[in-house]
């Protein structure tokens, strides 16, 4: 064996190895599952999976069903370890196993078996509960009870084929459904089916039940009046109930007497009313009445009503109707602006009144119509209209009432307000509701143009013009414009107008120019002014300039400096540098030396050359410039020359020669040096004769000048030369001869490559060949031979015509000679054979298949060699490859051979081929054919079905079919089956053969073929119907699936739904129905249903008749006849009148067919119609077919009038005139129709005559000449007392109506002439500004008048007026005087008697003057009270009047006016408030809980009866956010104990009425009232006062609280501190991130002591304490604040501020204050360094202090004057303000001390005797006087000190009884200088002020009084007023003061109780910079006496005296 078998040996072993280790383990158990549980239903798909538990993947399957092995079918798959039993059935249940094998393994695993049940799909019942047929509102049950043992069924229900939804009627619980209130969509046909959980089957649906819904019984609800009454009426409400009759003939059901309410007395109606909703009884006693009757309707009875109908048989219940009753105010009126309610100056503006029409205040009130009450159509009574402004009680002045339409001309601002109007008419209703707009005129507004971007702009930017109108309007519309102002142009339609903004997208040069806008609002005349212009200049993009220094190429280190240059406007470019191509440049990102426009390389390299760029961009703008031009940059070395020689190589004698000495270098100005010889031993050439410039010329060869050559350049004025050259040779030479030679040898065939060669033996390689085909002698040259190169001739592609002789020469390129003629050669050329290859059986095969390819070559030649190509590669022969000759076989062809064949053939001994064109094989896997089937699988009989079986794209193909077990039978690879039977259903397989090559078997398919569903149409209620009625017709196919329905009527498509119903049918529904389903999912077709004949007839119709004709007139009998048009002769008959059924009566009788009306009155007249209605089909006649109005009417009536009136006086002429109502009219008021027949007004033949009556209407008047008589008017002349008594007339005619009826007047006639009484309004004196109303009475029995007024003399008269009243404007004194009138009447005039003479006093009216309390600025939520005060002589009791905003009060008498003592008011709106002003009549008005809509000025005026003051000048009141008291601290919130600090409490905008309370770490502070005032003071302070506080105030009664303000936190720290804050690094900035340790240190014990913080947010804890020390890691700047250590009893000590900077540079300062004559040393550190910075600036309260190199600044002595924030800057950056405190040293206030108690002695004793003084004196003024202490918004007393700025010397002596405003008496004596005014401020003046502060009641609550006796003497020293700005020269600077405080030792049961010390202390204060500071050498004294006497007591006497002493200081 061989080295070759070994490895053959190793792999055998390996698999016996593995082999025996196999057998050596047990076999695998397999686990057989069934999916789902067992049992199954039939139909489930069931998985039944084979689990073998082993690490082997090809395990093969065998099942077994009951010891028998299962073969696959389409029932049963088999998917590797799953076996699927497709819809099971039966005969499946049995014991099952599964056995897994190996493949080539003799082992198997069997499984246990397992059992598999297969059960009926159980069956589903459907009851229902009640029966079938049930009533609407009735619940519904319906059970679903399934037959199985399962309990977890799920149920689903269907209803007509749809599933059913669960609902709030539709609910469902397990297996029952319930339907709650059943309706008539509820009917139809229900089923149910159950399905479980996770399983694909369900239960056989039920059978169907058909649900009946039928209606109950209706009832009726009519009321009377109409539906829409007005408050006061009567209501009536009447419920009926349908008759049974008509119930069951609307249902459909049979009579059945049982049921027939009608006659049914056992069981009669009751009725219920329900109100609001039909579950709300109303509480009526009157239940068994059908009407219920509302008495004196209100608006609460408004409302839904509802009745219904109970009973105890069945049905038992009506259904409900309901109606609405509305009791309702008057119509709408609707105000309109035209054209807005904002509107331009100038415009005109108009005002439409539009009172809402009478149809559309029935219909927004849910009314019917009714034509007694239409006001659209009442021309009596028309509308006139009242206009208001202001307020809805201020009538404008304007006379036209009756026009709709207020006009306002040309509007201005004053025009500007609220507008009200009203309609007011006659008739009823009487007024409409007023409604308001609110008018706003303001001017036209300007617009603002802008452009974006600003400024010049280039090509192809884009640029925002936005026209901005500042203006309440939002649709303005823009026009832009283009151009000068006087001479632009309108851009139409600009592209890219959106609103306000005209966007051009890509500037070009034409848009540049000025551009204007103006704003136009749409739909209105105005618009705004034009706005300005604004210039767009838009220019191109500049291209930026490139230059060079120096130009051209340079060497390696010189420097180059590059510059962009761009000619622009604009300054701001930015630069871009690039180096590359224009396509391919990378941009230079920071050069080093690139500076502005100018980009420097010191020294360049190599590296640096090639083509560079630049670009300019401008900042904060998109567009850049264009691309430079390129400049190149060569850098090159210096360079070394090439010596070229012409003609290269050797030369011949006698040839010119040129030697050319070439430098690399783009510089030209070289200058040339040439050599011969030896690199070492040559010589240079001087001055050669053929020299031209780099060319060195020998115009005639010799064999002498052979040798070597060299040259070398310089560049002139350039210190650099070339390097020497490298050496050429120059060769002299005979002429050669050349040898010509052919490849391949002898006969060529055509196509292929022939090469002749020329060869010239020679040392040239640079010979150029010429060629020549023919015979020596008669050749010719070949010209530009195609593939000639260099001394080869190719011929690519030989052809015949290439054969014959071919000769060749050489010539040297530049060359004048050439070598000798060659020998000549012979070609012969042949024709290439051909090759073709084919394949066998097709291109296209598949796996296992044998293939064969054929080459074919056309030749005589039989030496051919073939070999064979797939692809680009050579195949090589195997067992699958087989070659025969010319042909090549693939036996069994796989996947792999698929790919592109060629083949090639070769003769022997030669280098051409032939080769074949390329054919493509394709080996897929063994087809399946895809078996479809067209339409669907599933279809009726008739239809036709097509199978097809596509194997692909390939031929050849034989189909075979297979249809159940049948034998296979061979057809095309289309099967179609025509009209299908049932017996052609079944399952199809096919499959295709090629030669002995057949395909896989297709997938089954199965065909069902059913019978074709014939449909069938159901009719309810029949196929004939009446007119009216309602159809319905079911298409009903008995097929599962999804239907949608066709309709057809007489053959023509009707309708798509299942039911088909037909809602009022009449005769064009008549005709033949049919249907006919199809399937949604399928396009399957049902049969066409039998057709269904539908015939509609007419109802009966009734006929009514009236005997006599209408109209009638009262008194006479009507018969009313109903003839009904019907075959039936069982007719009961029903009267209706007006919607109501008429009750037979004593005047109502009726007679079968026939209606009585005896005597009948108008009441009767209305509409009459009848109605039959019988218990069969049809069960009524038409309704309503012929409707009857019967008119009873009175005759024309005649209207008597008197003139001048019906009581006369003697010797007066009376006029009667009768008045017959027009036909029109008549005819209207009682409802009729017009007759030309009867209408008298153009009835010429039958004219009125009219009869005049005196007495009684029986006795006539005769005319004589007292009267006379003219057409309709009797005349009496001269009347007397005998003509007085009752006046009738009566027309007659001789037409139908003959008659009007007659009315009557009484004359009187009196003897004595009357005198009018003259009366005033007001009786009494009159006030100027108001008017007075003089009344002239006439008794009002006496009639009309017209009254004649008289002023001062009885003639002429003054003025003629109609009516009774003269209204006097009393503008001055002098409109009083003495005033007559009389009444006269009739032509010619009738006068009275004057009247006697009325003075009329008028007297100056007094101004009213409104003050506010607490201010008239408040806050919301507090209580302002505002008073009217009238200063009046007079006793008169006043009622007041307030207006808000010019609201005033016209309904002056309303019954709801306010007239308690005051008024008060807290208005929930605007409105509200406004009416509750309006209504106060009070002298105080009060708001409580003010809010922001109570703003506005208010005014209040006086009334005195009719007459008012002046009104008050308006006071304005604001309303401002909830009040936010604001705390501030002065000095600084940093302090030493022992000094003095002042927290200042105000309240934001107001300062008026309040007092303060104090609050420290939250809690209220027990002293608080020392803060009253606003200011509180903590001198001295102490550690215990260190805190964070907040202040808040109040004011008012009750009291209003602000807001508590921000915190301001005080810091006092102690002189000798026995705990410190130790902070490590020691400083008090930091920068974040770094870390920081603090501890509490105590001298005796830190135990006890934390650190704790305050930041911007809260206090708390340090965030990582540990015992008393605290560490933070990392800072941050949330952590500055300031922290202190704190002891668990809550003591402060040791506060330091603690300041984290995220910048780059702080400030090291002590954290502790700087002792004074001590040395300040402050560094400025940098972050990353962390050491001090060489060069710092450094500042103090903003300004430059010194400039250090150091980074340190050093104060050797500090003083107070130091004190002050600083901070420090560098290049690097800044740090932040460090504030540096300066104490002093602890000696210095042992020596305060002593001065102070000695100083405060002398105080005392000299404020003893200034007490006793002033008590003397001020003892009785004490008693009598109530003083109030006022203080200022600090909350110090009132102290004016004298202003400097003159030199006067004066004395002033101020009253003692004389009060300030802080309540005190003060005495000064002042002395200044007289002489002179000087501009500067006094100095070393000295003034002293002396104080005495009264004793002053206290109120309870009352915490502004000052509670202490306290005296202070002050001696003061005032320096020159600064005149820096930043300098508060306010209050003394030098000054000296001491106070002194007493307590008593008397406890006191308020704060403060039990504190008696003294304390005298002296303080002098400087002023630095601003701030207040109190320095070391400050002395003060304080002495504090309080007697406390609780709350209640006075404030004790107070004392103050001040010296204060001014001397000249200059600022340093």
């Known amino acids: ?394 009538v404008l002045q304007t006379s036209e009432h009756y026009r709709d339409t207020l006009t306002i001309s040309g509007a201005t601002e004053s025009d500007q307000g609220q507008y009200w109007c009203r309609g007011q008419r006659g008739g009823r209703p009487n007024s409409s509701q007023s409604s308001s707009v609110s008018l706003s005129v303001k001017d036209l507004p300007t617009p603002t143009l802008t452009v974006t971007p600003d400024g010049p702009v280039f090509t192809g930017e884009r640029v925002n013009l936005k026209c901005e109108i500042n203006s309440d309007h939002s649709n303005w519309r823009y026009e832009w414009y283009k151009g000068s102002k006087n001479n632009n142009v309108m851009l139409k339609k600009p592209e890219h107008h959106t609103g306000d903004t005209l966007s051009i997208q890509q500037t070009a040069t034409s848009d540049k120019g000025q551009y204007w806008c103006k704003g136009h609002i749409n739909g209105r005349s105005v618009s705004s002014q034009l706005s300005s212009a604004v210039s767009l200049s838009v220019k191109d993009l500049p291209t930026p300039t490139l230059t060079v220094t120096p130009d051209g190429p340079v060497f390696t280190g010189e420097r180059v400096n590059l510059k962009c240059e761009i000619n622009s406007d604009h300054s701001n470019w930015r630069y871009e540098w690039y180096k590359g191509s224009k396509n391919n440049n990378v941009m230079l990102k920071k050069p080093e030396h690139h500076t502005g426009d100018t980009l420097s390389i010191q020294q360049t390299a190599t590296s640096d050359k090639g083509q560079y760029w630049c670009k300019g961009h401008i900042n904060g703008r998109s567009v850049s410039s264009q691309l430079s031009s390129a400049v190149s940059l060569s850098v090159k070395d210096l360079p070394t020359p090439t010596l070229t020689v012409t003609p290269d190589g050797p030369v011949f004698t006698g040839e010119r020669v040129n030697l050319k000495c070439e430098i690399n270098s783009d510089h030209s100005n070289w200058r040339y ?91 040239h390689s640079n010979w150029r060949y010429e060629w020549y085909k023919g015979s020596k002698n008669n050749n010719v040259m070949l010209k530009k031979p195609e593939h000639h190169t260099g001394d080869t001739l190719s011929i690519q592609q030989t052809a015949t015509s290439d054969k014959g002789q071919y000769w060749c020469k050489g010539h040297i390129n530049g060359r004048s000679v050439s070598s000798q003629l060659s020998s000549a050669v012979s070609l012969s050329v042949e024709g290439l054979p051909t090759s073709t290859l084919t394949v066998t059986p097709d291109k296209s095969v598949f796996t296992g298949e044998t293939v064969n390819l054929k080459c074919v070559i056309n030749s005589d030649h039989s030496d051919w060699r073939y070999e064979w190509y797939k692809g680009y590669s050579v195949l090589q022969t195997s067992v699958r490859y087989t070659v025969n000759g010319d042909t090549l076989s693939i036996v069994g062809a796989v996947k792999s051979d698929q790919g592109q064949y060629t083949c090639k053939g070769h003769i022997h001994g030669r280098s051409v081929s032939s080769r074949s064109s390329s054919v493509s094989l394709s080996v897929k896997d063994k087809p399946k054919p895809n078996l479809t089937v067209k339409p669907q699988s599933s279809v009726f009989t008739g239809d036709t079905v097509t199978l097809s079986c596509d194997v692909g794209q390939s031929t050849g193909w034989t189909f075979l079919w297979r249809k159940d077990s049948n034998r296979e039978s061979i057809d095309h690879s289309t099967k179609t089956i025509s009209s299908v039977r049932v017996s052609d259903g079944g399952t199809y397989q096919c499959r295709a053969e090629r030669g002995k090559y057949y395909t896989k078997l297709s997938d089954k398919i199965k065909i069902t073929v059913r019978e074709r569903p014939k449909p069938v149409v159901r009719v309810q209620p029949d196929v004939r119907v009446f007119r009216g009625e309602t159809v319905t017709l079911t298409c009903d196919i008995q097929e599962a699936g999804v239907w949608r329905y066709n309709w057809y009527k007489d053959h023509y498509s009707t309708g798509q739904d299942q039911i088909y119903k037909i809602t009022s049918v009449d005769q064009s529904h008549a005709g033949v129905y049919s249907c006919r389903g199809t399937q949604t999912e399928a396009p399957q077709y049902s049969e066409f249903s039998d057709g269904v004949t539908l015939t509609v007839s007419d109802l009966p119709t009734s006929t009514l008749t009236v005997t006599p004709d209408s109209p009638v007139f009262t008194g006479e009998t009507v018969n009313l006849k109903c003839v009904i048009n019907s075959d039936h002769s069982d007719w009961r008959y029903e009267w209706n009148k007006d919607y109501s059924v008429l009750q037979t009566s004593e005047r109502y009788t009726v007679n079968r067919d026939t209606l009585s009306i005896v005597e009948a009155v108008t009441s009767d007249q209305g509409w009459y119609w009848c109605r039959g209605q019988r218990d069969g089909r049809p069960n009524s006649s038409q309704s309503r077919s012929v409707s009857l109005s019967v008119s009873v009417t009175d005759s024309p009536t005649s209207t008597l009038t008197v003139t001048p009136d019906r009581s006369v006086f003697t010797g007066e002429t009376v006029n009667l005139k009768c008045v017959i109502e027009t036909y029109s009219n008549w005819i209207w008021r009682n409802g009729l129709t017009y007759d030309w027949r009867n209408d008298w007004t153009h009835d010429w033949t039958h004219k009125w005559r009219y009869e005049w009556y005196k007495g009684s209407r029986y006795s006539v008047l005769q005319t004589s000449e007292r009267h006379t008589v003219n057409g309709d008017t009797l005349t009496i002349s001269g009347a007397t007392e005998s003509y007085q008594g009752q006046y009738w007339c009566r027309g007659q005619r001789g037409g139908r109506p003959n008659s009007s009826h007659s009315s009557s007047v009484s004359l009187s006639v009196k003897g004595l002439k009357p005198k009018p009484e003259l009366t005033s309004d007001p009786a009494g004196a009159a006030l100027t500004g108001n008017t007075v109303t003089l009344t002239c009475r006439m008794d009002p029995s006496t009639g009309y008048w017209d009254f004649y007024w008289y002023k001062h003399t009885l003639n002429p008269e003054t003025e003629k007026r109609e009516t009774n009243s003269y209204r006097l404007k009393t503008d001055s004194v002098s409109d009083g005087g003495h005033y007559w009138c009389r009444a006269g009447r009739g032509k010619p005039v009738y006068y009275t008697n004057y009247s006697d003479a009325l003075w009329v006093n008028v007297t100056e009216s007094p101004k009213a003057v409104l003050t506010v309390r607490p201010d008239e600025r408040v806050f919301r939520g507090e209580t302002v009270t505002l008073r009217c005060e009238i200063k009046w002589g007079g006793d008169t009791e006043w009622t007041y009047r307030w207006e808000i905003n010019g609201t005033n009060n016209l309904n002056i008498n309303s019954a709801n006016r306010c007239t308690k003592q005051e008024c008060g008011t807290s208005g929930v709106n605007q409105q509200k408030h406004r009416e509750a002003v309006s209504l106060c009549s009070t002298q105080e008005l009060n708001i409580s809980s003010v809010d922001h809509f109570h703003s506005g000025k208010y005014t209040c005026t006086g009334l005195m009866n009719t007459q008012s003051c002046q009104r008050s000048d308006a006071v304005t009141l604001t309303v401002s956010a909830e009040a936010q008291a604001a705390v501030r601290v002065s000095p600084q919130p940093w302090l030493t104990e022992g000094e003095s600090v002042t927290l200042i409490c105000e309240v934001s905008g107001s300062s008026t009425g309040w007092t303060f309370s104090w609050f420290r770490d939250h809690d209220h502070l027990s002293d608080s009232s020392r803060g009253a005032g606003g200011s509180y003071i903590l001198s001295p302070a102490a550690l215990q ?153 450094f500042y103090k309260d903003g300004s430059l202090v010194q400039n250090q190199t150091t980074g340190e600044m050093s104060i050797t002595t500090v003083s107070k004057s130091h004190e002050g924030f600083y901070y420090c800057k560098t290049e690097r950056g ?95 004596n002042n002395a200044t200088p007289l002489n002179k005014r000087d501009k500067e401020p006094l100095e070393d003046v000295t003034y002293s002020e002396v104080s005495v502060k009264k004793n002053i009641p206290v109120d309870k609550d009352d915490t502004t009084a000052d509670p202490n006796n306290v005296m202070y003497s002050e001696v003061g020293t005032k320096v020159k007023k600064f005149k820096s700005k930043d300098i508060n020269t306010a209050g003394p600077s030098d000054l000296t003061y001491a106070q002194i405080n007493i307590q008593d030792k008397k406890k006191s049961k308020g704060k403060g109780a039990g504190l008696g010390d003294v304390l005298i202390e002296m303080k002098s204060k400087e002023k630095y910079k601003g701030k207040s500071s109190e320095s070391g050498d400050t002395l003060y004294s304080e002495l504090n006496h309080n007697t406390d006497r609780g709350a209640d007591a006075e404030v004790s006497d107070a004392t103050y005296a001040q010296v204060l002493k001014k001397k000249g200081h200059k600022n340093k």
Not at 1643 to 1661: C, F, I, L, P
Not at 1674 to 1695: A, F, I, M, N
Not at 1824 to 1851: A, C
């Open 1774 to 1868: 800044q740090s932040l303000h460090s504030w540096i405190s300066v104490r002093a040293p602890q000696s210095s206030s042992l020596l305060v001390i002593g001065v102070s108690v000695g100083l405060s002695f002398f105080l005392l004793f000299l404020v003893s005797l200034v007490l006793l003084w002033r008590h003397k004196n001020n003892k009785d003024h004490h008693r009598n006087t109530q003083h109030t202490s006022v203080p200022t918004r600090s909350g110090d007393m009132e102290n004016s000190p004298l202003q400097p700025g003159s030199d006067h010397i004066y004395d002033d002596v101020t009253p003692m009884n004389k009060r300030d405003k802080a309540g005190s008496d003060h005495i000064y």
């Open 1585 to 1737: 006062h260190t805190g964070v506080y907040t202040c808040r105030a109040e004011r008012g009664r009750p009291a209003y609280y602000t807001r508590h303000s921000s915190t301001q936190p005080l810091w006092v720290t102690g002189v000798s501190a026995s705990v410190s804050l130790v902070i490590n690094p020691s400083r008090s900035q930091h920068f974040s991130s770094d870390s920081l340790s603090l501890s509490c240190e105590d001298q005796s014990n830190s135990a006890g002591w934390t650190v704790r913080r305050y930041t911007d947010k809260d206090t708390k804890n340090c965030s990582t304490q540990t015992g008393s020390a605290c560490v933070i890691e990392s800072l941050s700047t949330s952590d500055t604040g300031v922290y202190w250590c704190q002891s668990e009893s809550g003591e402060k000590r040791h506060p330091q501020n603690i300041t984290v900077h995220d910048g780059e540079v702080i400030l090291v300062s002590s954290v502790d204050p700087v002792i004074e004559g001590e040395t300040l040393t402050l560094h400025c550190l940098h972050r990353s360094t962390n050491s001090s910075i060489l060069s710092a600036d």
């Open 1 to 394: 064996m061989g080295s070759s078998a070994l490895p053959l040996i190793l792999l055998l072993m390996s698999f016996i190895h593995s082999g025996l280790n196999q057998d050596a383990q047990d076999l695998p158990t397999s686990t057989l599952t069934v999916t789902p549980d067992s049992p199954v239903f039939t139909g489930e798909t069931v998985n039944l999976k084979c689990v073998i538990n082993s690490d082997h993947s090809d395990w093969r399957y065998e099942w077994n069903k009951d010891s028998s092995m299962l073969q696959r079918s389409e029932r049963h798959t088999v998917n590797r370890d799953t076996l699927s039993i497709v819809g099971a059935v039966k005969s499946d249940q049995g014991q099952y196993t599964c056995k897994g094998h190996i493949d080539g393994r003799s082992v198997s695993s069997q499984s246990s078996s397992v059992s598999l049940s297969v059960e009926g799909l159980p069956t589903s019942t459907l009851t229902v509960t009640p029966d079938r047929s049930v009533f609407t509102g009735e619940t519904v049950n319906l059970k679903c009870v399934i037959n199985s043992d399962h309990s977890d069924w799920r149920y689903e229900w269907n209803k007509d084929y749809s599933v059913l939804q669960t609902s709030e009627r539709y609910t469902v619980n397990r297996d029952t459904l319930s339907i709650v209130g059943a309706v008539k969509s509820d009917e139809g046909r229900y089923t149910c089916r159950g399905q479980r959980d996770g399983r694909s089957v369900s239960s056989q649906s039920s059978s169907a039940v058909s649900l009946s819904v039928k209606d109950s019984p209706t009832s009726t609800l009519t009321v009377t009046p109409d539906r829409s009454v007005f408050t006061g009426e009567t209501v009536n409400l009447t419920c009926v109930i349908e008759t049974y009759s008509n119930w069951i003939w609307r249902n459909g059901l049979t009579y059945d007497w049982r049921n027939d309410w009608t006659h049914e007395w056992t069981h009669k109606w009751r009725y219920e009313w329900y109100k609001g909703s039909r579950y709300s009884v109303l509480q009526t006693s009157e239940h068994y009445r059908d009407t219920l009757t509302i008495s004196g309707a209100t608006e609460s009875d408004q409302g839904q009503y509802w009745c219904r109908g109970q009973r105890g048989g069945r049905p038992n219940s009506s259904q409900s109707s309901s109606v609405s009753l509305s009791v309702k105010d008057s119509p709408t009126s609707t105000l309109t602006v035209t054209p807005d309610r904002s509107v331009f100056t100038g415009e005109t503006v108009n005002l439409t009144c539009v009172i809402e029409t009478y149809s559309n205040w029935i219909w927004r009130n849910g009314l019917t119509y009714d034509w007694r009450n239409d006001w659209t159509h009442e021309w009596t009574h028309k509308w006139r209209y009242e206009w208001y402004k202001g307020s809805r009680y201020s």
């Open 673 to 763: 040096e040439w050599y011969k010889g030896s690199k070492n031993n040559n010589v240079m050439l001087k001055k050669p004769e053929h020299h031209t410039g780099d060319t060195l010329s020998i115009q005639q060869t010799a064999t002498s000048d052979k040798g070597q050559y060299w040259c070398k350049g310089h560049i002139n004025g350039r210190s650099v030369s070339s390097q020497l050259s490298s050496a050429v040779s120059l060769s002299v030479k005979d002429l050669p001869t050349p040898t010509l030679t052919v490849t391949p040898d002898g006969p060529v065939f055509t196509g292929e490559r022939v090469n002749l060669k020329c060869e010239i033996n020679s040392d």
